[in-house]
């Protein structure tokens, strides 16, 4: 059973920082997908950041510039470092992942980021 984990959300005033991480219960070294998406109030969710099969980030237009997707394989650990963060980045957010060779996605439960001062 593949588990996802997310933690490092909370308050944080306009131009301010934080580190999402998304721990997974299973090796990362070969994915098929994984990424992090976010859900505000009254939206769908939306693609944020995420890493392709083929190694590549992609990153909503939104955030370039000023979020970075990275992972550690040893700790099959993601993460989502934000900085410059906008009351509009406020939401829930989810780190999902699917195995290499799978096409099924795995989802974490979310953790809230809230953008205010």
């Known amino acids: 059973q593949v588990q996802l984990v997310e933690s490092g959300g909370g308050l944080v005033q306009p131009g301010g920082s934080l580190r999402l991480s998304c721990a997974v219960s299973?090796?990362?070294?070969?994915?098929?997908?994984m990424g992090w998406h976010r859900q505000a109030p009254g939206k769908q969710r939306e693609l944020v950041a995420a890493?392709?099969?083929?190694?590549?980030?992609n990153y909503a237009d939104s955030v370039k510039g000023r979020f970075t997707i990275s992972r550690d394989n040893a700790k099959s650990t993601m993460y989502l470092q934000m900085n410059s963060l906008k009351p509009e980045d406020t939401a829930v957010y989810y780190c999902?992942?699917?195995?290499?060779?799978?096409?099924?996605?795995?989802w974490g439960q979310g953790t809230q980021v809230t953008v205010s001062s």
């Open positions: 999902n992942f699917s195995p290499a060779y799978s096409g099924t996605y795995y």
């Open positions: 299973v090796s990362i070294f070969r994915i098929n997908g």
């Open positions: 890493f392709t099969s083929g190694g590549r980030t």
